[in-house]
């Protein structure tokens, strides 16, 4: 069999090992950093949720929890309509022992064993270390879009010449300049009063999904140089107009988090927001994850329109019968 490029041992799974190696799960917290970046280091999958600000920026949503052993990072969460999950194993070794872990914990915690935000690439590695043991769902709302650097920078093409119109309206329209948040604690903070505005005229109250990404913002906000973030803010005539966050996915992917704008006051923001971030933050990557759509359909034209280059699509493996 060929090897994974993690290393994974496609050997049988010996179930006499875990009579005694149960896991432990806790709640992702911010001081374990180092202790899950240590597992991620050397991620190549470009999926949007193999990054630790993701993982602790969202875990009020997904009730998101973790354990590790030696060689594996497990991860456990609540998908949207509650019911628990686990991501793809990650690490070394024995991939249908570390996946027996997670079936065993699912038993003991009395659930159905299912296992979400799977890539083609960790379906087919599933399916070759465990041949028929699971049947494998696209989930496409929460397909990442992924777009070259380039094409997000200097948008060019007859296609993408509305975002072009954007950015010159917006640029004859406004006096603005571009600020970057790195070493830069004072404008990171002014973008919590930036976040609040946005929430007043988005209706916090009146939508779920707004009232836990509200949450994230704040905490990737609060804890931005930790978390190893980028960001940019786009100013006019001394107001912030469009923020944006985002960190390192893997050594070619950067993943943008967070992008806000006020496009009822300034036309075209959300536009050149996009294209002055990739620029001035993520120009030395060569893909741009923008993350899912959630099945938002006005979401899902805006990231549509920009034409991605990859769609990384996500799948659930639940076992055969």
């Known amino acids: 069999m060929r090897g994974s490029p993690f290393g994974f041992n496609m050997q049988p799974v010996n179930d006499n090992l875990h009579q005694y190696n149960m896991l432990t799960f806790k709640e992702i917290e911010l001081t374990d950093k180092p ?3 240590k597992y991620l280091e050397g991620n190549t999958y470009r999926a ?13 949503k997904f009730k998101t929890e973790f354990a590790v052993n030696e060689n594996w ?3 456990r969460f609540r998908d949207n309509v509650d019911r628990n999950s686990y991501l793809m194993p990650f690490g070394k070794g024995n991939l249908p022992e570390a996946v027996q872990l997670i079936k065993e914990d699912a038993a003991g915690i009395g659930c159905k064993f299912q296992i979400r935000g799977l890539t083609q690439r960790m379906c087919d590695e599933l399916e070759e270390a465990m041949p028929g043991a699971f049947a494998f769902k ?5 397909s990442d879009y992924i777009y070259t650097s380039e094409k997000l920078i200097h948008l060019t093409g007859k296609k993408l010449q509305s975002k072009r119109n954007h950015i010159n309206r917006f640029n004859r329209e406004n006096q603005w300049e571009y600020k970057s948040l790195t070493n830069n604690p004072e404008l990171v903070k002014e973008c919590r009063g930036m976040l609040y505005n946005w929430m007043e005229k988005n209706g916090e109250d009146e939508d ?5 990404d509200n949450i994230a913002t704040k905490l990737m906000l609060d804890n931005f140089e930790y978390l190893g973030l980028r960001g940019g803010v786009i100013c006019v005539d001394g107001q912030m107009a ?17 992008e806000k704008a006020l496009a009822d006051n ?5 536009s050149i927001m996009n294209q002055q971030f990739v620029l001035n933050e993520a120009s030395n990557f060569t893909y741009i994850n923008r993350e899912e759509d959630m099945g938002i359909e006005s979401l899902r034209k805006a990231k549509l329109s920009y034409y991605p280059d990859i769609l990384l699509e996500k799948f ?6």
Not at 208 to 212: P, Q, V
């Open 35 to 37: 202790l899950i970046d």
């Open 48 to 60: 949007s949720d193999f990054c630790f600000s993701n993982l602790f920026c969202w875990k009020d």
């Open 73 to 75: 990072l497990f991860v």
């Open 138 to 142: 696209l989930n496409r709302s929460v």
């Open 208 to 212: 779920e999904s707004l009232y836990y």
């Open 242 to 258: 469009a923020f944006s966050l985002g960190a390192p996915l893997t050594r070619d992917t950067f993943d943008v988090h967070v």
């Open 266 to 270: 300034f036309n075209g923001a959300y």
């Open 316 to 321: 659930v493996a639940r076992e055969t019968e």
